[in-house]
């Protein structure tokens, strides 16, 4: 286990990194197969504990995933765009850090999707694991 930082706060984060690459051969990223179904799920997540703005969303995904995860402005804004059609997030423009940017938040209904989100996917990565826990 190691300390990595998270807006200034500390929290012990397992060291997967070479698990993953052992029992999975995956390289250092992702493949974009894994990714692509999950994106949503990391944004709601990224901004599940306060507003952001795009680079702030791409920066914490890439901190979090350990440099796994390296999402576009190409793919961040549309998807960020589809978020906020289907009222999961709000915009607002704001320029009192000296810029202005466009900050995004997670609604209320964001949040039940988000809940919603993560419990399925415990369930999905732990059948997953028993799958190929069989192959090792």
Same mark, same amino acid.
């Given at each position: 286990?190691?300390?990595? /930082?998270d807006? +200034?706060?500390?929290?012990?984060? /397992?060291? *997967?990194?070479?698990?993953?690459? #052992? %029992?999975?051969?995956?390289?250092? &990223?992702?493949?974009?197969?894994l990714? #692509?179904?999950s994106? +949503?799920?990391?944004?709601?997540?990224?901004?599940?504990? =306060? /507003?952001?703005? +795009?680079?702030? *969303?791409? &920066?914490?995904?890439?901190?979090? !995933?350990?440099? #796994? %995860?390296?999402? #576009?402005?190409?793919?961040?804004?549309?998807?960020l765009?589809?978020?906020?059609?289907?009222?999961?997030?709000? !915009?607002?423009?704001? !320029?009192?850090?000296g810029?202005?940017? &466009?900050?995004? =938040? *997670?609604?209320?209904? +964001? &949040?039940k999707?988000?809940?919603?989100?993560?419990?399925?996917?415990?369930?999905?990565?732990?059948? %997953?694991?028993?799958?190929?826990?069989?192959? =090792?």
């Open positions: 286990m190691r300390s990595v /930082p807006h +200034g706060a500390i929290y012990e984060a /397992p060291d *997967i990194r070479d698990e993953c690459v #052992r %029992v999975l051969g995956m390289s250092e &990223k992702f493949q974009s197969d990714l #692509r179904g994106l +949503g799920l990391m944004v709601l997540s990224v901004l599940a504990t =306060e /507003p952001k703005y +795009g680079y702030l *969303i791409q &920066k914490r995904l890439n901190l979090a !995933s350990e440099g #796994r %995860v390296k999402l #576009r402005a190409g793919t961040l804004y549309p998807l765009h589809r978020l906020e059609a289907e009222n999961l997030i709000r !915009s607002r423009w704001d !320029s009192s850090t810029r202005r940017r &466009k900050w995004y =938040e *997670i609604t209320a209904k +964001g &949040k999707q988000l809940a919603s989100q993560v419990g399925q996917w415990q369930v999905y990565a732990d059948c %997953v694991s028993r799958l190929i826990a069989a192959v =090792e």
